[in-house]
C-alpha cells in the first residue's frame, strides 16, 4: 500500500496504475508508459528484458530509483535519456547520441518508456525504424497514433514535425542539430494542449 500511494503522490497520474501502453515496436522491442514497481518486474519475466531506456532522464522520483533497483536485481541493463516532447528543438545534441549508440548496442529485448509512453517514447520508436532503414512515412503512421495517446495537435506534433521535415538521408543527429528552429514553427491547438496536460498530466 505504501508503494502504490508513493506513485500516486509523486505521479499525480491514475491512469498509469492501470494502463500501460505496452505496446512491441519490433521483435524484441518494447514500448510503455512508466510502469509501476509490480508490473515492471512481471514485464521484465515474461519478455526477458535485458536493456531499459528511461527517457525521462535522471529525475530522481521515486519511480526512477525503483526502477533502478529492480534492474540491478534483475541484472536488467539500465539507461537515462533526457529527451522533451514539447520542445524537441532543446533536445542536447549529446542526448541524441547516447539515445542512437544505445539502440544500436544495447542487449535486446529493449524497453523504452517516458511517463505516458506515447510521445517521447514514439519518437524513439519511429527514429528506431528509421535508424533500421524502414521507410518514414510508414514508421511515423505506425508509431505516433492515437491509441498510444499521441495527440498530433498537442505541442507534441512537434514531434511528429520533426520526422516530417527529415529528409531521410542524412545522418540524423547532425541534420536535426541544424534545423532546430525550424521544430518551432509548428503551431498546437489549445483543446489538444488542455487534453495532455491537464487531462492526460504529460510531462
Known sequence: MREFLKVITEEHNVLNLFWF????VDEGVYRSAQLTPWRLKKIIKKYGIKTIINLRGNNKNYLYKREKEICEEMGVEYYTVALLSRSPERIKKHEL???IHI????KKPILFHCKAGADRTGFVAVLWHILNGR????AIDKELRLK???LPWSKAGKIKRVFELYDGKSDFVEWFDKNREKF???KSSKLGDFISDKVLRKE
Do not use: M, R
Not at 539502440?103 to 544495447?106: D, E, N
Not at 521507410?135 to 510508414?138: A, C, E, M, N
Open 21 to 24: 501502453n505496452f505496446h512491441e
Open 97 to 99: 547520441e547516447k539515445l
Open 103 to 106: 539502440l544500436k548496442t544495447a
Open 135 to 138: 521507410d518514414k512515412k510508414w
Open 148 to 150: 498510444y495517446l499521441y
Open 184 to 186: 518551432k514553427e509548428f
